[in-house]
């Protein structure tokens, strides 16, 4: 499964996080966190493009694109929505993309569970520009580089 879903997950305190799926659950995780203002959909074009190796997670921030807002939004209770998150569909240990406002959320995430972050790239808001377009020669060297490390 290579296409791009859209998922609603509603959380154990009442909150619903929507979030984009796209590839086989039995592929190495990815999880894509976005910035500000930004949501998951800016994954949307690379997401079934890494899906070819990867299984790709990629949620809304509480209160951004489909997800609910949270009733006391702060960077550790956002690591702890996208962690319950991450617990509920099973995902174990997983390799971490942050960009901007999910650079935080995602740090938080990767020392609450040391052992399960294999690898974090964090890119500055700027870079978003600079990504590497699906198909190109560097986004396929990246997916060559994930598929080895699966």
């Known amino acids: 499964?290579?296409?791009?879903?859209?998922?609603?997950?509603?959380?154990?305190?009442?909150?619903?996080?929507?979030?984009?799926?796209?590839?086989e659950a039995s592929k190495p995780a990815v999880l894509l966190m976005h910035g500000v203002p930004n949501s998951a959909r800016m994954f949307q074009e690379v997401a079934p493009e890494l899906a070819k190796v990867a299984y790709v997670i990629a949620p809304d921030l509480p209160g951004f694109g489909e997800s609910d807002v949270l009733p006391n939004a702060s960077f550790p209770?956002?690591?702890?929505?996208?962690?319950?998150?991450?617990?509920?569909l099973e995902i174990g240990p997983r390799y971490i993309y942050l960009h901007d406002f999910g650079a935080p959320v995602g740090f938080e995430i990767a020392m609450q569970a040391p052992r399960l972050g294999v690898s974090c790239c964090c890119l500055p808001p700027s870079s978003i520009s600079i990504m590497p377009a699906p198909g190109s020669a560097t986004s396929s060297s990246a997916i060559a580089q994930l598929s080895r490390s699966g």
């Open 1 to 23: 499964m290579r296409s791009v879903t859209r998922q609603r997950l509603r959380l154990s305190g009442g909150t619903e996080l929507s979030l984009l799926i796209a590839g």
């Open 77 to 88: 209770a956002f690591a702890r929505a996208i962690t319950e998150l991450l617990e509920r």
